[in-house]
């Protein structure tokens, strides 16, 4: 799908508008915007201390904008809590794997179904027929989650005792769960083979064909960014360096002197 493709006739289902984060007189982003079109897999780049993690948590209300606007579907993210993100669609991914280490693989998967059940304390103290419904409900998801991630085999084991490459599906795994509007990947890559990487390029590509998400991909890879993403955004100290496609940002050349340097400097 092309960009024209993405943007004509709609509006977009993310829109970061001037975001700036100042942290006791360091500005960490500094009047950052663009947007998301859905189906469409967006790379954030930049060099360290570029602004790319800061972003990801204002993304996810883990940090309040000092000023600007997130916006999903046309409303404003920011007046929601961080425990309240995921109902509204909004799924994401760690740096460093954030599991339940002593929990199974299934547990962890259902963990993530939370945000979408309505059930409460006492209608799951009554074990009422409602509950019992929407249990299996959310099992048939697990299983079916599990099953696509290639999961099974280790459905009961405890995550602690998985390779990272393994934790790093399970969390992925558990986010889908959720059944999110936008998944946001943070760093997804790191910690991979070469092949590893090849096979997550993959299935980031089958997540967004298969199963019509929107995916923000935060990542230093730049080969798994440049080889999967339609768009990118180039960050570099807090402001936005550069936007488009892979090969317009590839080319640019302030990208270029901000990853490789110049003689200049």
Not at 39 to 68: D, E, V
Not at 70 to 98: C, D, K, M, Y
Not at 116 to 135: F, H, K, N, P, Q
Not at 215 to 234: C, F, K, N, Q
Request: contains cysteine; neutral net charge.
């Amino acid at each position: 799908m092309t960009q024209a493709q993405l943007a004509q006739g709609t509006s977009p289902l993310l829109a970061v508008r001037d975001v700036s984060v100042v942290f006791g007189g360091i500005v960490a982003l500094n009047g950052v915007s663009f947007e998301m079109h859905k189906g469409q897999i967006l790379g954030l780049i930049g060099p360290n201390g570029a602004g790319k993690t800061t972003l990801f948590n204002c993304l996810s209300r883990l940090y309040q904008p000092s000023s600007g606007d997130i916006l999903l579907e046309g409303a404003s993210i920011l007046t929601r809590p961080p425990h309240r993100i995921a109902e509204i669609g909004i799924g994401r991914t760690f740096q460093n794997v954030a599991l339940f280490p002593n929990l199974s693989v299934m547990d962890n998967v259902r963990v993530g179904t939370h945000a979408r059940t309505s059930s409460d304390i006492i209608s799951d103290s009554l074990r009422l027929a409602w509950v019992r419904r929407g249990e299996s409900g959310v099992n048939k998801k697990v299983h079916e989650i599990l099953a696509y991630l290639d999961l099974e085999d280790v459905a009961h084991t405890t995550v602690s005792g998985l390779p990272f490459g393994t934790q790093k599906r399970v969390e992925l795994a558990r986010a889908l769960a959720a059944d999110p509007k936008i998944l946001l990947l943070d760093e997804p890559a790191g910690g991979l083979n070469h092949e590893e990487v090849y096979i997550l390029g993959d299935l980031i590509r089958r997540i967004r064909d298969e199963r019509g998400m929107t995916v923000l991909l935060v990542e230093h890879h730049m080969g798994l960014v440049m080889s999967i993403a339609d768009h990118v955004v180039a960050l570099n100290f807090g402001k936005k360096l550069a936007e488009g496609t892979p090969a317009q940002v590839q080319a640019d050349p302030d990208v270029i002197k901000a990853y490789l340097g110049s003689k200049d400097q």
